[in-house]
């Protein structure tokens, strides 16, 4: 999952009336280039090291530029901010039958310290937002469940969330997000350095694990989760303790190398992972199974909102479906361009597509006819000219797993 609707590159002003995270002055002060996103003044990238004043803490200044940023997370670690996603909490006797009721995936079987990617549908089974759902036990031993959506569909969740709530009188929702922080470190080197961090060493946790432990006896949920396509970990913070945890991880990772990086490298690691990002392969227009999620759907032995909906589309086969692109030659092709095929006739549109900094080729993801997905070769049209495009499987990258 990520975190909005809009483009990485889409940078219009900032203006005053945007929110900012509990790490905005550190972005500032090392040099982020601000951009609007999802309701938030968010980095999308640094300057480079020689163009910023001096570091004040010890820590490391980022390596600067999204091509950099992106490459320092394939090879050692990146930090990202990610405190603009919404963090729901739920408590109460029935907590996990609502999400249950309201998630394509099951959760009445969620173990504690389990975490699962799932999505909210409408009865159509259009996606309203992708999401992760997380059960946890505080050391005290109160168990509650973790809503993890999309900054872009927070309003949106929030209010679609309300009424349903209403069937479920002992469940209470509180939203988390302004009171907390949450931070991203992914990279192959990530959980060597963040296992000397935390009471207890998160490399025990599997993947689509989390648990709640402790930095110098302040609370940090930690869950073994990420959307880079690398091995890491994503931290849920008191927002007054988000500088302090920020900057011991990249202290700590000094060393070995770890940097800051922006939104723009996050979206160019997601494709090359081939993980989808809402507002361009999921919206509401756009169900679970057509997008290749179907390990997300559970629809054996239970009903939740759009599950009749999602079974006759799995019954009868999905209209469109969501595949993989090599572009020829160094032209990305960009969302929105038309997808051809081999007679030049439309059959889908570009969802996201740019140049791949791992593989030094252009990439990209398009939503096309069914019927087609089979095809050996497409077309793509890029600002009036066509280019060869050839399918491949999703993901592009693949991470080497030891």
């Keep these: 999952m990520t975190d909005s609707s809009a483009s990485a590159s889409h940078e219009p002003a900032v203006t005053d009336s945007l929110a900012k995270t509990p790490l905005d002055q550190w972005h500032r002060r090392m040099g ?21 004043g001096s570091a004040e803490t010890g820590v490391a200044k980022p390596v600067g530029g999204i091509v950099a940023e992106h490459h320092a997370c394939r090879n050692k670690a990146a930090l990202f901010d990610v405190s603009h996603m919404g963090r729901l909490r739920f408590d109460g006797d029935g907590a996990a039958e609502f999400l249950d009721h309201i998630l394509t995936r099951r959760v009445t079987d ?62 209470t929702m509180s939203d988390r997000t302004e009171l907390t922080a949450m931070i991203a470190v992914q990279g192959p080197l990530a959980m060597e350095v963040c296992k000397k961090l935390f009471s207890f060493d998160p490399s025990r946790l599997k993947n689509y ?33 988000a500088m302090r945890v920020w900057e ?14 922006g939104l723009g490298a996050r979206d160019t690691l997601r494709m090359e992972a081939g993980m989808p990002l809402y507002g361009h ?47 020829e030659g160094k032209r990305p092709a960009r969302e929105g361009c038309g997808v051809l095929d081999q007679n030049g006739e439309k059959i889908g549109e570009i969802t996201s ?23 050996s070769e497409f077309q793509v049209d890029i600002r009036g000219r066509t280019t060869v495009a050839k399918p491949t499987k999703l993901p592009f990258y693949r991470r080497a797993v030891s």
Excluded at 147 to 164: M, Y
Excluded at 248 to 261: E, Q, S, Y
């Design 110 to 171: 969620l173990p504690v310290g389990g975490v699962r990617y799932s999505m909210v549908c409408n009865a159509e089974g259009g996606v309203l937002d992708d999401v992760l759902v997380s059960h946890l036990e505080t050391p005290s031993e109160r168990r509650f469940h973790l809503l993890v959506v999309n900054a872009s569909n927070r309003a949106k969740i929030l209010k679609w969330i309300e009424p349903h709530l209403a069937d479920f009188p002992t469940v």
């Design 281 to 327: 392969e999921l919206d509401e227009t756009v169900d679970p199974i057509s997008a290749g999620l179907n390990f997300a759907v559970n629809l054996p032995n239970r009903q939740f909102i759009g599950s009749e909906a999602l079974q006759q589309i799995k019954q009868q086969g999905p209209a469109r479906v969501r595949i993989g692109l090599l572009p």
């Design 32 to 52: 982020g280039k601000m951009v609007p996103f999802a309701g938030y003044e968010m980095p999308i990238q640094y300057a480079t090291p020689e163009s910023t």
């Design 209 to 241: 694990q989390a648990r709640i432990t402790d930095q110098f006896a302040k609370p940090v949920i930690v869950s073994r989760t990420g959307y880079t396509g690398e091995d890491g970990l994503e931290l849920i913070v008191r927002a007054e303790e």
């Design 248 to 261: 011991n991880i990249l202290l700590a990772g000094r060393d070995a190398g770890f940097t800051a990086a």
């Design 353 to 375: 597509g740019g140049p791949s900094p791992t593989l030094g080729v252009p990439i990209a993801m398009a939503m096309v006819d069914a019927k087609h997905a089979g095809d």
